[in-house]
């Protein structure tokens, strides 16, 4: 069966096609083999197994043009086991995928050079040891923290089906696109790909497709030490259409249980394909030896005999390989993607509105008029809960951006996160229209699902408690390095769900996310704070957002007595100033501790002592303010300073410096009534006043 390439070479009779498909694969094999060789680390043997499904897949069967990579109707490939990346590098660069820059303009250059290939895992090779979105066209998802890219999917496949249902007309099908994702072992024991697989399976998403490598291997040996589940049995019970491929080198076989798949409908496909890691190694194959280090020289000789490959070659790209794929998927995905553009012509004279969406959309732009109708709040000494604004600043919101979605793990109510305007629905099987997502208890999956809608250029937002962000961390970290312009709405921001305890009170989580890079962290003060927050977060383009809202009621500040809350939009502003603008003492808050502050700062004022209350919502927008603006806050000779913040102390002293004080939290919270807590952890005015006096080392005096 195998066929050198110097005899494809040199041979004057044409192969047939299936020596071109044998010739593609190896291929595929080889530029895996080698790069893994002379970087001196990576995955050899998955690539080597995988290469046929690999091939299969896009010389076959996506529809996907080479040629603009971003196209908005074309299948989506994900690489679940992202350490096989070399797969991805040999089939972009194969079929000269062009590369995109950051405003989506096509470039001349191809998305993965042989050179990239050659440099494979080193700095600024467009071939780096994982699958990078926006840093190489052509990968749809970034990979690598096993089980992520299969619950991406999931996203993926809710965005297709609503995309359709929104935009399809009658004779114009403008979404109708597949979605597959390639995993393996580690992949299927994470516990996100089972949460995504069961929200995948209710929703009944018969657009998409994993296909599982099942090698028996990962990298501490054989999975008869780890996995030994009835992994059919499991994928049946999710209510996925259950295939098995027995030979991972049947491309006919592959190629048939696609087309199963493409006849589906009302579920999943799940195909488990049985594979040689290693193919090709006789001494690796089947061993986890082939999972996480070069094969060495000598292996990788008698693989590429095995293949009937020039043993010398390196780095070798036959001719006829690029014709093959040129003359498959480049010819396929060409002319699906010229039937697609003047369909699209018709469509945009037919529906220009309609059209006209998908273009902002595509370019992650906002319609005009997206702010229209935000409320202003009056002020209010009882006040609105931040969760409670949130809710209603969401719904205008949705109303004046058709594509922005989204929804909370079964605490829609508790969070205010749902949609609750005339025709806004659910997004159940049976109606993908709906814009209210039920994730269930599954935030982990939610926060990858809402990746999965990003990366499909929809507007999405998740909500649950601010606690269990811990339970989504993982995908909100993939957020980031994505940059994608995802919200993460979390309420229950500090101990205002009081008598829940201190397994439902956050600590230390404003402080890790405030380490996140890229990430933009909200706590708003009042409601006016949450319209701004919003506004602000509206219009970020490439970078998450996450809200930390309170649970509890939070005074509305008069405006016309402080600051307006536009203020946001630097990050942190001056809310209440010491007359004249010099104060003694500057007071820092962010969320609900900032009308404590306020509260403070009269006490002071009545005692003569001048202080300033700067309210400080995000840190990381300030610190994106020059620092003239930055002085102007907090002024460097002011250094008696307090920051009140009911959450970990961690970090605070970047903005109170050695001489100031920081009142949070040392210890975990604890189950009972708020103002008991408030009292209990020194949450309170007469503690900020008395932290002032001690540290302006003056006494207690009666107002004048
Ligand atoms: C969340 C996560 N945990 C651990 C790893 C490290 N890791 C990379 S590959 C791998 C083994 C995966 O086995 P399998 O999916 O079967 O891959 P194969 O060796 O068969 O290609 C592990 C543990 C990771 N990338 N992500
Ligand atoms: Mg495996």
Redesign the pocket.
């Known amino acids: 069966m195998s066929v050198t390439a110097s005899r494809s070479a040199a041979s004057p009779r044409p192969m047939t096609t299936a020596q071109l498909d044998q010739l593609s694969i190896n291929c595929i094999r080889t530029l895996s083999i080698d790069a893994v060789q002379q970087a001196k680390s990576g995955?050899p043997?998955?690539p080597m197994a995988l290469a046929p499904l690999v091939y299969t897949l896009w010389n076959r069967v996506l529809r996907f043009d080479p040629q603009d990579p971003i196209w908005p109707n074309r299948d989506r490939f994900v690489l679940s086991?992202g350490?096989?990346s070399m797969l991805l590098w040999s089939v972009l660069h194969l079929t000269g995928t062009r590369a995109v820059n950051a405003d989506y303009e096509r470039l001349g250059q191809p998305a993965v050079s042989l050179d990239d290939i050659r440099r494979f895992r080193q700095l600024s090779s467009k071939a780096p040891g994982h699958p990078e979105y926006h840093w190489v066209s052509g990968v749809e998802v970034t990979t690598?923290?096993?089980?992520q890219g299969v619950a991406d999917s999931v996203g993926m496949a809710i965005a297709e089906a609503w995309l359709a249902a929104r935009y399809n007309r009658p004779g114009f099908e403008i979404f109708g696109y597949n979605i597959y994702a390639v995993c393996?072992?580690?992949?299927m024991m994470?516990g996100v790909s089972s949460e995504a697989a069961s929200l995948a399976g209710h929703l009944a998403l018969d657009n998409l497709c994993w296909i599982y490598?099942n090698?028996r291997?990962?990298?501490d040996g054989s999975t008869r030490i780890t996995f030994t589940e009835d992994i059919a049995a499991r994928f049946m019970g999710y209510g996925w259409n259950v295939l098995r491929v027995g030979d991972a080198n049947d491309i006919e076989r592959i190629e048939g249980a696609i087309d199963i798949f493409h006849k589906t409908h009302g579920r999943p496909t799940f195909v488990i394909l049985d594979s040689h890691?290693g193919y090709g190694a006789p001494h690796k194959q089947d061993t986890a030896l082939a999972?996480g280090e070069p094969l060495g020289e000598d292996e990788v000789r008698l693989a590429k005999r095995d293949y009937g490959w020039p043993e010398d070659a390196k780095f070798l790209v036959p001719d006829a390989v690029r014709a093959h794929f040129a003359a498959g998927i480049g010819a396929r995905g060409g002319e699906a993607r010229g039937r697609w553009t003047e369909l699209f012509a018709d469509y945009r004279a037919k529906y220009p509105e309609l059209a006209t969406e998908i273009d902002l959309m595509q370019r992650r732009e906002l319609p005009a008029g997206w702010d229209r109708g935000l409320p202003v709040f009056p002020a209010d000494p009882k006040g609105i809960a931040g969760r409670e604004a949130s809710g209603k600043v969401l719904n205008v919101l949705a109303q004046n951006i058709p594509w922005l979605l989204g929804g909370s793990a079964d605490l829609a109510s508790s969070t205010r996160a749902a949609l609750t305007f005339e025709g806004a629905g659910d997004f159940q099987p049976g109606t993908p229209a709906g814009r209210n997502i039920h994730f269930g208890v599954r935030e982990h999956a939610m926060a990858a699902t809402v990746n999965g809608l990003a990366l499909s250029k929809l507007r999405a937002f998740a909500a649950t408690f601010f606690i269990f962000s811990d339970y989504a961390r993982p995908a909100i970290r993939l957020s980031s390095m994505m940059e994608l312009p995802t919200i993460f709405i979390f309420t229950h921001d500090a101990m205002g769900d009081g008598e829940d305890g201190p397994t439902h009170q956050p600590v230390e989580q404003l402080a890790s996310f405030r380490a996140e890079p890229g990430l933009v962290l909200l706590r708003p003060c009042d409601a006016n704070e949450v319209v701004e927050a919003y506004r602000h977060v509206m219009q970020l383009r490439h970078q998450p957002a996450l809200l930390a809202l309170s649970r509890q009621p939070l005074p509305t500040l008069d405006r016309s007595r402080y600051a307006s809350a536009s203020g946001l939009a630097q990050g942190a502003y001056v809310l209440a100033d010491a007359p004249g603008g010099t104060p003694d003492v500057i007071l820092i808050a962010s969320g609900s501790e900032v009308s404590l502050c306020v509260d403070a700062h009269e006490e002071l004022a009545a005692e003569g002592i001048r202080a300033r209350v700067v309210s400080m919502p995000s840190w990381d927008i300030f610190e994106r303010q020059n620092q003239a603006y930055r002085d102007s806050v907090l002024p460097p000779d002011v250094t008696a300073r307090v920051a009140v913040e009911q959450a970990s102390t961690f970090g605070w002293e970047r903005y109170v410096g050695p001489s100031g004080r920081i009142m949070g939290m040392n210890t975990f919270g604890a189950s009972a009534p708020l103002k008991e807590l408030q009292r209990k952890f020194g949450f309170e005015p007469e503690r900020v006043t008395e932290i002032v006096r001690q540290l302006l080392g003056k006494r207690k005096t009666t107002a004048r």
């Open positions: 995955h043997g998955t086991n350490h096989a690598g923290p096993l089980g393996g072992d580690g992949d994470e490598d090698n291997i990962s990298i890691i999972h």
